[in-house]
T-cell receptor
Framework: GEKVEQHQSTLSVREGDSAVINCTYTDTASSYFPWYKQEAGKSLHFVIDIRSNVDRKQSQRLTVLLDKKAKRFSLHITATQPEDSAIYFCAATPAGFASALTFGSGTKVIVLP | EAAVTQSPRNKVAVTGGKVTLSCNQTNNHNNMYWYRQDTGHGLRLIHYSYGAGSTEKGDIPDGYKASRPSQENFSLILELATPSQTSVYFC?????????????FGSGTRLTVL
């Protein structure tokens, strides 16, 4: 089955700088790649996604890049703010699998003043 | 607004005991999921369902059963709880579809098995 890896367990950035979180996946059939955010002590909520028919998607300060050849995707957060501090999870699912997502292990982003 | 409610929020169980975690969604989503979250592992899929009466095994189903008696309710059952099942459990719902869809998560149940 699909395996999703997040290689950074923790990422510290200065407020106002950019943060980049990288993920890799194994299943070439995967076509949907969402990102979820978990603030301290809370549940997860959706932040942004990308599908395999595009290689870039932006929503305000968030940009997702997808490299299908390398089976790699990344979340870029620009102009980081204290409220960006959280654990970010990447996920992937193949087409036809009705959104049963495989998640990465999470990256804790710490925005320092 | 999409809503997924889990109960209980916290549960302490004894080894060998039976535990039932409940999940209710008011989103009218066909698909529901149970994940567990452990440090270093992220979220791992235990069971999921495509609709009332259906349950499917996820990546780590051993030691767990699931029940979907209605569109709204999805339960996770630990017939013989073990300390290795100590974890935080999340229920989620999502639209059916082959292109991938946003999942809506409940607040989680923290289970401790002594």
């Amino acid at each position: 089955g699909e395996k999703v890896e997040q290689h950074q367990s923790t990422l510290s950035v200065r407020e106002g700088d950019s943060a980049v979180i990288n993920c890799t996946y194994t299943d070439t059939a995967s076509s949907y790649f969402p990102w979820y955010k978990q603030e301290a002590g809370k549940s997860l909520h959706f932040v942004i996604d990308i599908r395999s028919n595009v290689d870039r998607k932006q929503s305000q300060r968030l940009t997702v890049l997808l490299d299908k050849k390398a089976k790699r995707f990344s979340l870029h957060i620009t102009a980081t703010q204290p409220e960006d501090s959280a654990i970010y999870f990447c996920a992937a699912t193949p087409a036809g699998f009705a959104s049963a997502l495989t998640f990465g292990s999470g990256t804790k982003v710490i925005v320092l003043p | 607004e999409a809503a997924v409610t889990q109960s209980p929020r916290n549960k302490v169980a004894v080894t060998g005991g039976k535990v039932t975690l409940s999940c209710n969604q008011t989103n009218n989503h066909n698909n529901m999921y149970w994940y567990r979250q452990d440090t270093g592992h992220g979220l791992r899929l235990i069971h999921y369902s495509y609709g009332a009466g259906s349950t499917e095994k996820g990546d780590i189903p051993d030691g767990y059963k699931a029940s979907r008696p209605s569109q709204e309710n999805f339960s996770l059952i630990l017939e013989l709880a073990t300390p290795s099942q100590t974890s935080v459990y999340f229920c989620a719902s999502g639209d059916a579809g082959t292109g991938g869809a946003t999942l809506y998560f409940g607040s989680g149940t923290r289970l401790t098995v002594l």
